[in-house]
């Protein structure tokens, strides 16, 4: 886009006298309307069976972005996947948000990544269900991407379940590791999302 001269007798105005106008990021802005007060505390308060998972999203170059935005959703920690609401709720009077009840527990969470393009959220453990070892699928919101992207974090611990994952069994070993989550003790859980690149996480496509 040029801009558009207003000058008269010089010529300043013609497009080949014109400068170029200053490049500006189109959206989409993921910080806007989709974050929630308390999306990132998905377990209900003081459950023992509580969790952390955090990391960073990285871009190709392997720069963090601070403005990516994750949704998650999880199992309790039997395996089986809530049918309940109140991650969102509202005063039906008001309308105004109330967040959570902290007793309930939805399993799913919308986090923004902060500044250093890092997220966390806490969680409880989530159980196996079927075949598959515990998972909290996830889907990546970022620049650059034109659709969002779907992966999941499973969490170590069980290595005969992992290695009998009907999806991580078909992965090479290098890939396979891009989906566990790194232990870091005290119950947290760290997990970064590469976008591409070196160690590019595996995401998944859903026909």
């Known amino acids: 886009m040029t801009k558009t001269g207003t000058g008269s007798g010089s010529g300043s105005g013609s497009p080949e006298n014109v400068l170029p106008t200053p490049s500006h990021t189109v959206g ?11 999306g990132e505390e998905i377990a209900p308060a003081g459950h023992p069976d509580t969790v952390t998972v955090h990391g960073h999203v990285y871009d190709g170059a392997g720069r963090p972005l601070p403005d990516a935005l994750l949704e998650l959703w999880g199992p309790d920690p039997g395996g ?3 049918a309940v609401d109140g991650s969102m709720r509202r005063d039906p009077a008001s309308g105004g948000f109330l ?17 250093n393009g890092h997220w966390y959220v806490r969680t409880l453990r989530p159980g196996a269900r079927g075949r598959n070892a515990p998972y909290l699928a996830v889907c990546v919101f970022a620049r650059g991407l034109l659709v969002h992207v779907f992966t999941r974090i499973y969490l170590p611990g069980d290595s005969a379940a992992l290695t009998a994952d009907p999806l991580l069994s078909r992965l090479d070993p290098q890939r396979r590791d891009t989906l566990v989550a790194d232990e870091e003790g005290a119950g947290t859980y760290r997990f970064d999302v590469r976008l591409q690149g070196e160690g590019e996480t595996v995401f998944l496509e859903f026909q």
């Open 28 to 38: 989409p802005f993921y910080g806007h309307a989709l974050p929630f007060r308390g």
């Open 80 to 82: 089986v996947l809530p």
């Open 99 to 115: 967040g959570r009840n902290g007793v309930e527990f939805t399993g799913f969470g919308r986090v923004q990544t902060d500044a």
